[in-house]
């Protein structure tokens, strides 16, 4: 259970020494009892309070990074139920699942389409983030082979391995432990040999059992072995249970401090139903999962999960931004209409889908405003007429236009004299108030 | 240490809400966060309705225009369509052509539009303006008239409007749909100002505004979040209305939805990619709340009735 500052203040020194670079001790217990700096930054805490203190300052659910380099999954870690009550932090892993009875070109098949399934949305880089190798054959001879030939092909993808034999197991881990992969996994026969396996090799373990009492019994008999980083799963697989599941050991973790339930979860979401397994994903996302498991990625399917990703992970006090830069939208010409806006990505995405949806090519020029929207930014002094001139005559944009004439917002026609008073030889319109009238308001300019 | 379940009790409970009249369809009703029925009975399931429109889907993305090809060209033949064809549980008629900046039909022709329909049909019927604050309060009189005794949906009801449209619901009976952008309390608000006038907050239905997967679906998703735990947790009875998800008429005016395999090809089928928009959409607005989902394609609606399968 997490401790309150005033309790962390009563078992550090006192001395307010500020060798931890706060004021006093009690300043320190604050931070720490919000997890907001680690206990290391004092020197001369006492071993008993440091055992006491780290226990409890540890995150109620622990973090456990599977694969290495660039690449590196991280999870856990979470602290709230809600996303709008903090950020959830660690955005969840989508792997897919090759079975090693797969024919070897299927096998290479679906490597490729991980490799190449990277995309860029709004600066981020977003991907298919693992795959998981399963010994469906019960073979391991076949698992060995599969995993040497995924992890000859992509040696960078971190890897998940699921076999419930752990000669299997060590076999095929060998091949690619340096990529640091998941073993999964641990159950209620196997997990002596399966701990012993994780711990040789320095890997985390999946652990999964039936139900959530089994499941929490089963994490601190693998701890009382040795293992300490693990990836949970409750044998929930309909939705019903992943929801029911996934909402328990998030608030057994975070409310009750619950620590054997304090790992990431994997979610299995495959089903025949392409369309099926996207909603069941999108489950897993909303709902908590750390590792979501699909059968294929298709790459109309990836592009709806990673948005939907994007999106549930994002901060919710910090506005997503996209870069400032003037945007083509269709493939405008010198006389094109030249427009501005600010750069809270919401207020791009709506403004640029309306010119879009007008058929009008235009140029878009998007200025960093902190990503706050149009009348926000206005008032925060970050949309004024002497910035705007500024990023105008910055961007050279005149010379593509063959008149310089710049739209401007409705919420802003304050500006429009400043403007022109600051860009000599520039005529500044007016433009609609909301993005939904840009349509009928560049048509009528034709 | 014997594992008990960390299940929660909440004080309040969401309204249960019927519409419709031959055929009626109840949504609302749990005292539990969605799909929560390990805490709680869910005592029905989310409504999924389907959107017609009062004039030709000619702005709708080939994809979704597709599958109602051979009926669309008269919302009448198009309602029907829906409900014998595709066994639609409500239909949602959105008077889109009334908008000024449109085809600009007058509150007569909506309300007639609205009688046709209404006179083809026994499912529930959920009529929607044009979402032009100024003249839905024109046309929405008239379709509530127009749509008296039959136990309607009427939206939506803004801040700027909801005066006119309020008198309209209460005299003629009907459900109401209150919309605010975005904000919790500004749709407490609207809830209040709305009940002040003396609407039944039993017949209010919330919509905090829908946004499209990747245009703003963290913000709808956290503000009907919000809602439902005021109305659980703090038992607070203006929250405690169903929440509606207006999920077609923001997915298929997104990029995603429309762009060719052969322009965007790192965005695979287009096809699949739209109608996955929608059921994704639709099914997180569902996790954090709505209730009631208004929706397009075929496909997508059968995709999300799937989902609530399992989750029920």
Redesign the interface.
């Known amino acids: 259970m997490a401790l309150s500052g005033v309790e962390i203040f009563k078992l550090l020194p006192k001395t307010n020494c500020k060798k931890c670079g706060h004021p006093t001790c009690l300043a320190f217990a604050m931070k720490l009892a919000q997890r907001q700096v680690s206990l290391d930054l004092c020197p001369d805490v006492s071993e008993e309070a440091r055992q006491k203190l780290g226990e409890a300052s540890a995150p109620p659910i622990r973090p456990v990074t599977i694969g290495s380099g660039d690449r590196t999954i991280k999870m856990g870690e979470e602290t709230v139920l ?3 009550e903090k950020r959830f932090i660690n955005p969840c892993a989508f792997a897919v699942e090759i079975k090693d009875t797969l024919p070897e070109g299927e096998v290479s098949r679906v490597v490729q389409e991980v490799l190449g399934s990277e ?1 860029d ?1 709004v600066g981020q880089r977003l991907r298919i983030d693992a795959i998981l190798i399963n010994n469906t054959s019960g073979d391991g001879k076949r698992l060995e082979d599969t995993v040497s030939a995924v992890y000859g092909m992509a040696p960078q993808v971190p890897l998940i391995i699921a076999t419930n034999n752990p000669t299997s197991a060590e076999a095929a881990l060998n091949i690619a432990k340096d990529g640091k992969p998941l073993l999964y996994g641990a159950n209620e026969t196997n997990f002596e040999a399966m701990a012993k396996v994780a711990k040789e090799l320095q890997i985390p373990l999946g652990v999964s059992a039936n139900g ?2 089994a499941l ?2 089963l994490t601190e008999k693998l701890k009382a072995a040795g293992v300490q980083d693990m990836v949970i799963d409750s044998g929930a697989r ?3 249970e992943i ?2 599941d996934n ?2 050991i998030r ?2 973790a975070i ?2 401090g ?1 620590k054997p339930l304090g790992y990431p979860i994997i979610t299995f979401a495959q089903r025949e ?4 397994e ?3 994903a ?2 897993a996302v ?2 908590y999962s750390s590792i979501v498991v699909l059968s294929s990625v ?7 999960l990673f ?2 990703r ?3 992970y ?1 901060d ?1 006090q910090v506005p997503m931004q996209v870069e400032q830069k003037i945007y083509k939208i269709g493939e405008p010409g010198a006389d094109s209409p030249f427009m501005i806006t600010t750069n809270f990505s ?1 207020t791009y ?2 403004v640029s ?1 309306e010119i ?2 007008s058929k009008v090519p235009a140029r878009l020029a998007v200025m960093d405003s902190e990503g706050l929207s149009v009348l926000t930014a206005w008032a925060a002094g970050k949309f004024t007429a002497s910035k705007i001139a500024a990023f105008i005559q910055e961007s050279g944009i005149e010379k593509e236009l063959s008149k310089k004439e710049l739209i401007l917002p409705g919420y802003v026609a304050i500006l429009s004299g400043a403007i022109e008073d600051k860009l000599p030889g520039w005529k500044i319109t007016v433009g609609p108030r909301e993005a939904n ?1 840009i349509p ?1 308001f560049l048509k009528g300019r034709n | 240490m014997a594992f008990t379940l960390p299940t929660e009790t909440y004080a309040g409970k969401v309204y249960e809400v019927t519409i419709g009249t031959d055929n009626p369809v109840t949504f609302g009703g749990e005292g539990v966060l969605p799909f929560h029925s390990f805490e709680g009975p869910i005592p029905h399931r989310p409504v999924i309705a389907y959107e017609i429109q009062d004039v030709p889907p000619d702005d709708w993305p080939e994809t979704v225009r597709r599958p109602f090809e051979s009926c669309s060209g008269d919302p009448v033949s198009w309602a029907k369509y829906c409900q014998d064809e595709l066994k639609a549980q409500a239909i949602a008629l959105r008077l889109i052509g009334t908008h000024p900046d449109r085809e600009n039909r007058t509150p007569e022709e909506a309300a007639k539009t609205v009688s046709d329909v209404l006179g083809a049909i026994n499912v529930p019927l959920i009529i929607l303006g044009s979402n032009n604050p100024e003249k839905d309060s024109q046309v929405l009189v008239a379709a509530s008239e127009a749509a008296k005794g039959r136990n309607c949906v009427i939206g939506k009801a803004q801040e700027s409007n909801h005066k006119t449209i309020v008198a309209a619901a209460m005299a003629n009976n009907h459900k109401l749909i209150a919309m605010s952008e975005l904000d919790i309390n500004l749709s407490k608000q609207l809830n209040i100002l709305i009940t002040q006038m003396g609407f039944d907050k039993e017949r209010l239905i919330t919509d905090p505004m829908c946004s499209a997967l990747g245009y703003g679906i963290e913000y709808s998703y956290s503000v009907m979040e919000r809602i439902r735990l005021a109305a659980l947790t703090q038992n607070d009875a203006i929250m405690q209305p169903p929440m509606v998800g207006d999920i077609g008429f923001y997915v298929w005016k997104v990029k995603e939805a429309q762009a060719s395999e052969s322009d965007l090809p790192q965005w695979g089928s287009l096809e699949q990619r739209a109608i996955a928009w929608e059921a994704t959409t639709a099914a997180a607005l569902m996790l954090s709340g709505a209730e009631l989902l208004i929706m397009r394609h075929p496909e997508a609606v059968k995709a999300l009735n799937r989902f609530i399968d399992e989750l029920i």
Do not use: Y
Request: overall charge positive; proline content about 2%.
């Open positions: 809600f996303r709008h995309i949305r959530l009492e929490s019994a309909t939705a019903k929801l029911r909402t328990c608030r057994a409310k009750k619950l139903d392409a369309m099926l996207t909603l069941i999108t489950l909303a709902k298709e790459k109309w399917k990836s592009l709806v948005t939907l994007q999106n549930i994002t919710p919401l995405f709506i889908g879009e949806n009238q009928a």
